[in-house]
């Protein structure tokens, strides 16, 4: 059983940059990914970014290219999103999440909020 914890967040002008961390406990993470997803108010949850734990592959949604960058501490047992440039379209909450490979994220934090004024 994997539980994330994160932490981060909060209150930021366009154009500025805020970081995320998500510790994970309760088991090895080798065969895992690691995911940051977000949910605007009114929307659906949406992929943000993802890593494979082992070997560091990355991935993201479109609108967050170059902006963003998802990376991990293996030794610390935490995943991180560095957003830069952030937008106003870019509030929502944030939730870190993991999965074995290949299959469905089925682990998840509280989430925290990002808020991102114009």
């Known amino acids: 059983q994997v539980q994330l914890v994160e932490s981060g967040g909060g209150l930021v002008q366009a154009g500025g940059s805020l970081g995320l961390a998500c510790a994970a406990s309760?088991?090895?993470?080798?065969?895992?990914?690691m995911g940051w997803f977000r949910q605007a108010p009114g929307k659906e949850r949406e992929f943000v970014a993802g890593v494979t734990w082992s070997a560091g592959t990355t991935s993201y949604r479109e609108s967050v290219k170059g902006r963003f960058t998802i990376s991990r501490d293996k030794a610390l047992n935490t995943v991180y999103l560095q957003m830069n440039s952030l937008k106003p379209e870019d509030t929502a909450v944030y939730f870190c999440?993991?999965?074995?490979?290949?299959?469905?994220?089925?682990?998840w934090g509280q989430g925290t909020q990002v808020t991102v004024s114009s």
């Open positions: 309760g088991g090895t993470l080798d065969r895992y990914a």
């Open positions: 999440a993991a999965s074995k490979v290949g299959r469905e994220y089925n682990y």
